[in-house]
């Protein structure tokens, strides 16, 4: 799995908001949360480009970047990830963490109840 610093996932974000997308556009994404600097957001794209994470393609003077992953897969990733470091890889101690701590909402209880159900009724 392609590791992605905090910053690399913002931009990467904001591309996978709309794409492909020129770094022009990007950076006007971006623009509205973060006061990064033109060239950050450049630098950042020819990381991403390095790792794995974007690729693009030249047209006269613009680098035009779509992303090699969908958001899905990379959130499903990290989060098996994060789940098996911290966790070793049991999800219920995640969720009773947040229950015991008062931050899941009734919306976040009833979303799990959902799933867990459609997962029951497929094992049958």
């Given at each position: 799995?392609?590791?992605?610093?905090?910053?690399e996932f913002e931009v990467l974000d904001?591309?996978?908001?709309?794409?492909?997308?020129?770094?022009?556009?990007?950076?006007?994404?971006?623009s509205d949360e973060k006061q990064w600097?033109?060239?950050?957001i450049k630098t950042l794209l020819g990381r991403l480009v390095k790792k794995g994470a974007l690729s693009f393609e030249k047209e006269g003077r613009l680098y035009i970047y779509?992303?090699?992953?969908?958001?899905a897969d990379y959130t499903?990733?990290?989060s098996q990830n994060f789940i098996e470091?911290?966790?070793?890889?049991?999800?219920?101690?995640?969720?009773?963490?947040?229950?015991?701590s008062e931050q899941l909402s009734q919306q976040d209880?009833?979303?799990?109840?959902?799933?867990?159900d459609d997962w029951e009724k497929q094992q049958k």
């Open positions: 799995m392609i590791e992605l610093s905090k910053a904001a591309l996978w908001q709309d794409y492909p997308a020129t770094a022009s556009q990007i950076i006007a994404r971006l600097h033109e060239k950050t779509t992303p090699c992953m969908e958001r499903q990733k990290e470091r911290f966790f070793s890889g049991r999800i219920a101690p995640l969720v009773s963490g947040f229950a015991k209880i009833n979303e799990l109840k959902k799933v867990i």
